[in-house]
């Protein structure tokens, strides 16, 4: 007889220490080669036991030697790793040959340092087009398989090493209980900019303590992903480094074999975690001021919602009047139009919140003082109805300002 079981997100996460088995690092090398040895860039996360692992990558065609690399790893038939290891500050991208060979060696410098007979995992974020500067990612490597521990502050060090223009440590952690034993999946993420749907410049990495094969874990994360990280949009760009990685350890001794309720709840756990870090990554966007939270429904296939909601999401025309506060619905009218999804205006329902913009096409004028104090909120919703059908998609998006393109005219 199956047990009802209940998955949380707890309260005041850590990071990857909340997660049984697993060690953590994250030092200073001056990979960016400025000289401010004050900015961690470099971090080493390891498990006690051999893990099975499963990512999610970038579909850019101009695709980091990193991701060439997990990719090559994980497809090894009952592949197991020993952990990860990741560099912001450069991303490794377009770099032909040497980029690749810079990634392999990233791996086998964590596996020799750390004493491990298994292959890392390797990510990482930073600038496109340029080398790595090996000399200090060996000696980053080399200081950090010698801090490797289990404590907050190392895994907090880890958290902020991966992180580019990000303004604060991303972390999310969900457990569940089972058979008096508790079940933790933790995570980590970084992204602020290039952020648009399949995936962004993040990158995104989640533990657990539970026993899963790989097939497990990569039907899970697909999953999750599909629902979280592939409905955001900060600026509508497509990264070449995207990575979202989740490895098991089995340190709990619970197996998603156990029973079928399991892998039910294990799956929530990751779309939980993942979900929370997708939130934090739209609500750090650069240079925004506002999340809101788009729902697109009635539509005849998740299809259709999911295009209206990527253009009314990407419009630059919307984003900009959100930064501005201003209540233009005309903008995403406009805009889910030119998705072409056969839009009616006599049934199309637009609010802001609770509050009736436009009702069977009709504008609901009266409510403008209303809309005025929503729109000037941090986080709103905007709910637009097709009355058409019964499908829907939900996009986490932001605004858009002046001081986004000052901070990104040059880098």
């Known amino acids: 007889m199956s047990q009802a079981i209940t998955v949380q997100l707890i309260d005041t996460p850590k990071g990857i220490s909340d997660c049984p088995g697993f060690k953590t690092s994250g030092v200073s090398c001056d990979i960016r080669e400025n000289g401010d040895l004050s900015r961690l860039d470099l971090a080493l996360i390891m498990s006690e036991q051999p893990c099975d692992a499963a990512g999610v990558f970038t579909l850019n065609d ?11 790893v994980l497809a090894q038939s009952n592949a197991k790793v020993a952990g990860l290891v990741v560099n912001s500050g450069n991303a490794n991208a377009a770099t032909a040959t040497q980029g690749r060979l810079d990634a392999a060696e990233m791996s086998k410098l964590a596996e020799h340092e750390t004493g491990s007979d298994l292959p890392f995992l390797v990510c990482s974020t930073g600038r496109i087009g340029r080398t790595l500067p ?38 999310a952690t969900a457990q569940f209980q089972y058979q008096n034993k508790t079940v933790t999946v933790a995570g980590i993420a970084k992204g602020a900019g290039m952020i ?9 990495f989640l533990t657990t303590d539970l026993n899963a094969p790989s097939s497990t874990l990569k039907n899970t994360l697909t999953q999750a992903c599909d629902k979280t990280f592939n409905r955001i ?67 005849k296939s998740q299809n259709d919602a999911e295009k209206v909601a990527r253009c009314v999401g990407n419009s630059l025309l919307v984003k900009t009047s ?74 986490l998006a932001s605004d858009l300002s002046e001081a986004y393109v000052a901070f ?4």
């Open 134 to 171: 090996m000399d200090k990612i060996k000696s980053g490597i080399t200081a950090a398989s010698k801090i490797l521990a289990v404590d907050p502050i190392s895994s907090a060090n880890a958290a902020d090493a991966i992180l580019t223009s990000d303004t604060e440590r991303k972390v």
């Open 233 to 299: 949009s900060i600026d509508g760009d497509m990264s070449t480094n995207d990575t979202v990685l989740l490895l098991a350890n089995g340190d709990s001794g619970i197996s998603t074999k156990d029973a079928p309720d399991l892998l039910q709840a294990f799956s929530e756990a990751v779309l939980l975690v993942c979900d929370s870090l997708a939130e934090k990554i739209v609500g750090d966007g650069e240079k925004v001021t506002k999340l809101v939270e788009l729902v697109v429904e009635g539509c």
């Open 62 to 72: 101009v695709c980091a030697a990193p991701v060439h690399h997990c990719k090559e």
């Open 322 to 395: 959100w930064y501005g506060s201003d209540p233009n619905w005309g903008r995403l009218a406009d805009a889910a139009g030119y998705a072409r999804v056969g839009l009616k205006e006599e049934c199309f329902d637009i609010h802001y919140d609770d509050v009736p913009a436009l009702i069977g096409g009709i504008p609901q004028d009266t409510n403008l003082e209303q809309w005025k104090k929503i729109v000037a909120k941090k986080r709103f919703r905007i709910t637009l109805n097709l009355n058409q059908g019964k499908e829907q998609f939900r996009l």
């Open 196 to 204: 648009e749907p399949n995936m962004a410049t993040m990158l995104a």
């Open 408 to 411: 990104n005219k040059s880098e």
